[in-house]
């Protein structure tokens, strides 16, 4: 039996990283998942990587800066499971294209905005009518230190997690009142991305090498048992927080 038996949840940008290691944890602690994303090959892999689970992933291909796309992913899961419990925001659309704070365009801090803090919001206004009903929701989204501690390059990327944390904080205080709550978690995880560059190589051998932890953390063993807990039961009474998953230090990149 796991911790989330019996409910629903949605997970946006669940096709790679953080959020596909999400979604199979999910789906490993009982939970039917609508994974959300614009690669569907990917959430078809997810699904039969999931077989072997008690709760089912459901494939949802989803662009999140178009609103009939979010709509069609709450509604898949009213459709199939008649409501929605849990709402993980993780996708995050405009990486890759950050520039330095001189350099930084409207064009580039929009592209931020509208699928960081915008499209969270949208889809958390979406399920609000499902969650409140019921008395009962959870609201994952998705930050990063760069919110909060600055990082040079990423300063539209930084602009964007601190509303994402704003908006958390202000759901936690509204919504709370219906058996709802609201945290963002903050992941300093390798990714398949890591891997694809020397950089991204380098760096993670950086990161193993400094971090208390001695490792470079990753998606599902990890990250996902937080996100999971934050997702259940019995994390009621843990409201409006922001939980950094990062071994206990962020090694400056």
């Not at 009982?30 to 614009?38: E, K, P």
């Not at 796309?69 to 499971?81: M, R």
């Not at 509303?163 to 958390?168: C, M, R």
Request: aromatic share 8%; with cysteine; glycine share 12%.
């Amino acid at each position: 039996m796991g911790i989330l038996d019996g409910k629903t949840a949605i997970i946006t940008g669940a096709s790679s990283g953080v959020g596909y290691g999400c979604a199979l944890r999910f789906a490993e602690e009982g939970a039917n998942v609508i994974a959300c994303a614009r690669r569907l090959e990917n959430l078809e892999r997810l699904r039969d990587e999931a077989g072997r689970f008690s709760g089912k992933i459901i494939p949802q291909k989803c662009d999140i800066s178009i609103e009939s796309n979010l709509d069609a992913a709450v509604e898949k899961a009213v459709e199939l499971f008649g409501t929605v419990h849990i709402l993980a925001n993780i996708a995050q659309g405009g990486l890759g294209t950050s520039s330095p704070l001189e350099e930084t365009t409207l064009e580039e801090r929009m592209a931020y905005y509208m699928t960081g803090p915008i499209a969270s919001m949208k889809m958390m206004q979406k399920c609000f009518p499902y969650m409140k009903k019921q008395r009962y929701g959870r609201i994952i989204n998705c930050s990063s230190e760069a919110a909060s501690r600055g990082v040079k390059g990423v300063a539209a990327y930084g602009m964007c997690k601190a509303a994402v944390e704003s908006l958390t904080r202000s759901a936690a205080q509204e919504w709370g009142k219906y058996g709802i709550t609201t945290n963002v978690f903050m992941p300093f995880i390798k990714t398949e991305g890591t891997e694809k560059s020397e950089r991204g190589r380098e760096m993670a051998e950086r990161v193993a090498r400094l971090n208390p932890t001695r490792r470079f953390g990753t998606p599902y063993e990890d990250c996902s048992p937080m996100v999971a807990f934050l997702a259940s039961e019995g994390a009621g009474y843990i409201n409006g927080e922001s939980i950094n998953i990062s071994g206990g230090g962020t090694v400056p990149l």
